[in-house]
Structure formats: structure tokens, C-alpha cells
T-cell receptor, first 114, second 111 residues
Framework: NAGVTQTPKFRVLKTGQSMTLLCAQDMNHEYMYWYRQDPGMGLRLIHYSVGEGTTAKGEVPDGYNVSRLKKQNFLLGLESAAPSQTSVYFC?????????????FGPGTRLTVT | AQKITQTQPGMFVQEKEAVTLDCTYDTSDPSYGLFWYKQPSSGEMIFLIYQGSYDQQNATEGRYSLNFQKARKSANLVISASQLGDSAMYFCATNTDKLIFGTGTRLQVFP
């Protein structure tokens, strides 16, 4: 099992450009999450999904969109990148079983917006 | 709304000593989980330990234990016999459907 993978690992964008971050998991997890991590801020939840075809807003959803067309994939889109979106982005997934709360994290994507 | 507070931005501990990292939480959900994650300088998030709100006993995983005091809404992480490899950022988190993190504590272990 690859676990949770993220593509790309690094990216530099210019202000106003768009891009999509891909998260894939091969554990058949129902729940998937996108977080951003800024220095001194811990991880903040951007959007999440509790199943294929569903998405919901987290703490900091503005400027981002997401889609969960397939159970194994969770896409994070930036339509018009801003320097404030420079951050490290983590994807995570979790089993639906409420007895198993552990979230499995991907390795992260480092995004710089100039 | 859920909230996690970690009041120690940085901690130092000597190798082989024990250290306690503080975490307090606020949630209105009757059922919740509390987690600790380790993030070394390489950046990955490593799951350490989990405590359910209805668990009667404190969780333990090897050298890690979680000192859960429900009435005080605290979930402190205790690392026994610290090792140099324990130097990292440590995050406390709580969830129902989504995981909410604290701002973290940077632990540095010195020889």
C-alpha cells in the first residue's frame, strides 16, 4: 500500500495563476481532508469530505475549491493564487469506522506564490 | 466549536529524562478523540497516541502516555526516557469528523 500520496511535492506559482493539488489514498477510506500549515500556526483545515461526491468547508476555505469525484482522490484547487496561499499543504484520510479515529497523512506539498 | 490550546511554544529536556507537553481542549461534543502527532524536521506527520473521551484508562504507546484529565479538559503528552530523535514539533488535536490542531510545541532533547 502506498498510503496517502500527494502530487506535486513542490510548486512555485505566480500571483493569479491556477493549479490543482492531487491527493490519492489506496486504503478505501471514506473521509479525506486538506490542511495548510503555516509557520507557528499548526495545521488548519481547509476543506474535507465524508464520502465520494461530498465536500464541506473547514476553518480556512476561502480561495480554495475541492472535488471528490472518486473515493480514492481528493483534489484541491486554487483558481487565482495569492501570496497569502504560500504554505505547506497536507492531505489526510481516515476510515469511517468511528472506533478508528487515526488520520493518515500524506508527505505534504510545498507551495510558493510569488 | 472545537479548540486546542498548547501554551508551550518550546521545551528543552535532557536525554533520558521525562518531559510533559501540555494540551487543553474545548469541545461541546459529548464524544471526541484526542491525538498527539509528531512532526520532525523532515515534515511528515507521525501519529503517536489516541485517547477516546469515554476511555477509562489513560492511553499508552511505548514511551508515550497521555495524561487525560476530563474534568480539566487536559490531555498532556508524557514522553519517558527522552531520546535525541524525539526532537521535533508536537501537535495536540481533537476531532469528531474533522481534526483540529493546536499550534504545537517544539521539543529539543539535548545530550
Amino acid at each position: 500500500n502506498a498510503g496517502v500520496t500527494q502530487t506535486p511535492k513542490f510548486r512555485v506559482l505566480k500571483t493569479g495563476q491556477s493549479m490543482t493539488l492531487l491527493c490519492a489514498q489506496d486504503m478505501n477510506h471514506e473521509y479525506m481532508y486538506w490542511y495548510r500549515q503555516d509557520p507557528g500556526m499548526g495545521l488548519r483545515l481547509i476543506h474535507y469530505s465524508v464520502g465520494e461526491g461530498t465536500t464541506a468547508k473547514g476553518e480556512v476555505p476561502d480561495g480554495y475549491n475541492v472535488s471528490r469525484l472518486k473515493k480514492q482522490n481528493f483534489l484541491l484547487g486554487l483558481e487565482s493564487a495569492a501570496p497569502s496561499q504560500t504554505s505547506v499543504y497536507f492531505c489526510a484520510s481516515r476510515d469511517f469506522n468511528r472506533g478508528n479515529y487515526e488520520q493518515y497523512f500524506g508527505p505534504g506539498t510545498r507551495l510558493t506564490v510569488t | 466549536a472545537q479548540k486546542i490550546t498548547q501554551t508551550q511554544p518550546g521545551m528543552f529536556v535532557q536525554e533520558k529524562e521525562a518531559v510533559t507537553l501540555d494540551c487543553t481542549y474545548d469541545t461541546s461534543d459529548p464524544s471526541y478523540g484526542l491525538f498527539w502527532y509528531k512532526q520532525p524536521s523532515s515534515g511528515e506527520m507521525i501519529f503517536l497516541i489516541y485517547q477516546g473521551s469515554y476511555d477509562q484508562q489513560n492511553a499508552t504507546e511505548g514511551r508515550y502516555s497521555l495524561n487525560f484529565q476530563k474534568a480539566r479538559k487536559s490531555a498532556n503528552l508524557v514522553i519517558s526516557a527522552s531520546q535525541l530523535g524525539d526532537s521535533a514539533m508536537y501537535f495536540c488535536a481533537t476531532n469528531t469528523d474533522k481534526l483540529i490542531f493546536g499550534t504545537g510545541t517544539r521539543l529539543q532533547v539535548f545530550p
